[in-house]
């Protein structure tokens, strides 16, 4: 299955890249981020109908096969060697050093839970600094999941129909 990912990554890649067109451009035109498309054409993001004709439209040299897979829940994964690339050894650097004290807002914030990265939309800027430089700002936005209380009462799996003996 990886090996099938790793292949239709790389058609996606192409026609990308034939397309001359940028993660910026291919999102404008299709209402996506930026860092959605590219996880789109990673094969690392599901495809949905009503998005398909978009994105057909931006990427007019995707073929009926490569949108047709685009549409199958894909295999998210990650190569492990990926964080020897220096940008994502510096955003994994970054989350672990800013981490705890992200969570502590959090927790002060909203309480105990955490952030999904399911409900979750991710992009990426390009800004001018105070000094006039380029700076690049990524967003992480989440959905805050709370942690439940485990209730034995609230757990279905365990709950015993009334008048049951439990037998």
């Given at each position: 299955m990886a090996e099938n990912k790793a292949v239709f990554a790389t058609r996606l890649q192409s026609v990308k890249k034939k397309s001359g067109k940028t993660y910026n451009q291919i999102a404008e035109e299709t209402g996506l981020t930026n860092v959605?498309?590219?996880?789109?054409?990673?094969?690392?993001?599901?495809?949905?109908?009503?998005?398909?004709?978009?994105?057909?439209?931006?990427?007019?040299?995707?073929?009926?096969?490569?949108i047709e897979e685009m549409m199958n829940p894909p295999l998210r994964s990650y190569d492990p060697n990926l964080i020897q690339d220096p940008t994502v050894y510096r955003l994994n650097e970054a989350v672990k050093h800013f981490g705890e004290s992200i969570k502590e807002i959090?927790?002060?914030e909203f309480g105990d839970g955490i952030m999904s990265s399911v409900d979750f939309y991710c992009a990426v800027d390009k800004v001018k600094g105070a000094d006039g430089k380029d700076r690049v700002v990524v967003t992480?936005?989440?959905?805050?999941?709370?942690?439940?209380?485990?209730?034995s009462d609230h757990m279905l799996s365990r709950v015993k129909p009334k008048g049951s003996s439990g037998n």
């Open positions: 959605y498309v590219a996880q789109l054409l990673r094969r690392q993001a599901h495809l949905k109908p009503d998005t398909a004709p978009k994105l057909k439209a931006a990427l007019p040299g995707l073929t009926d096969d490569l959090i927790n002060e992480l936005d989440g959905k805050y999941l709370p942690h439940s209380e485990q209730k």
